[in-house]
């Protein structure tokens, strides 16, 4: 029988209070892996991922941390270290889509925020675990990036920007530490039902045109996400790198073209 076990490793998932980072956060643990629970604002939720964790026979401990400041995020690995051991599985999970507002109506502060938590705070993140990592020849950085890492979508020119630019610099730290042990990949989710898209799927019509821009006509659970991650953070991905895994639906297969070219 085939098993994914991740027992002996410590993962860090940030933005773990949140609807993603939350599942992902106990679905590593439920293979095995002790899990730091990253949030910033979210304890109360961070606390319920831990006792849910916990609940289950498994370890976990919340932390706080604002990921836009690299002191803070070379701190939140050092914490996790003490707490808990070396951090073998970075999840950059943490990211925000921003709000809905074409180039020249939009400001740059938003601009700046955005880019600080999809792609600086990873940046922050993955530089503080790799250093551990690298000592130890034993590590994986998965990077949450999303289909708009491919798709423009108008309004959110910082976010596909941001997730554009993760894509590759998941390629590019790739490149740069496959012979060191380390396999570095991007996770790209199409439309999960989470409450950061809740304002589409809540009403029936927003939903329906959403839905049929995903080949398969629905949309994705945090768990069909979470499952892929686990995979790919396991010894049974140890000849996959430097790559995005899109889980979609088949969002980026062009649905449209079904009916005529
Ligand atoms: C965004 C969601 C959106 C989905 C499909 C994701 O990256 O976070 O809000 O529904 O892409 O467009």
Redesign the pocket.
């Known amino acids: 029988m085939i098993k994914i076990s991740l027992e002996d490793r410590i993962a860090l998932v940030t933005g773990a209070s949140g609807g993603l980072g939350s599942v992902i956060a106990q679905t590593l643990a439920q293979a095995g892996a002790t899990v730091a629970v990253h949030y910033r604002n979210g304890k109360a939720q961070a606390d319920s991922v831990v006792a849910a964790i916990k609940a289950l026979g498994g370890r976990a401990q919340a932390f706080s941390a604002d990921l836009s400041d690299p002191e803070a995020a070379t701190r939140l690995v050092q914490d996790v270290d003490h707490a808990l051991g070396s951090v073998d599985i970075l999840i950059n999970n943490a990211g925000t889509?921003g709000t809905c507002a074409v180039v020249g109506k939009d400001d740059s502060q938003h601009w700046q925020q955005v880019l600080d938590v999809d792609l600086t705070g990873p940046y922050y993140c993955a530089r503080a675990a790799l250093g551990p990592m690298q000592k130890n020849a034993r590590g994986v950085i998965i990077n949450v990036t999303?289909?708009?890492e491919f798709i423009p979508?108008k309004g959110y020119s910082a976010y596909t920007a941001a997730k554009a630019g993760l894509s590759m610099f998941t390629k590019t730290l790739a490149q740069e530490n496959a012979d060191k042990g380390i396999r570095v990949l991007a996770v790209a989710?199409?439309?999960i039902q989470t409450p950061?898209?809740e304002a589409?799927w809540s009403h029936p019509n927003s939903l329906k045109d959403?839905d049929e821009k995903i080949a398969m006509g629905r949309l994705g659970k945090p768990s069909e996400i979470a499952y892929v991650i686990t995979f790919l953070a396991s010894d049974l991905a140890s000849y996959i790198t430097g790559t995005t895994v899109a889980v979609d639906g088949g969002?980026l297969i062009y649905p449209e073209f079904r009916h005529g070219g």
Do not use: F, R, T, Y
């Open positions: 889509d999303s289909v708009h979508w989710p199409g439309a950061i898209n589409v959403l969002m």
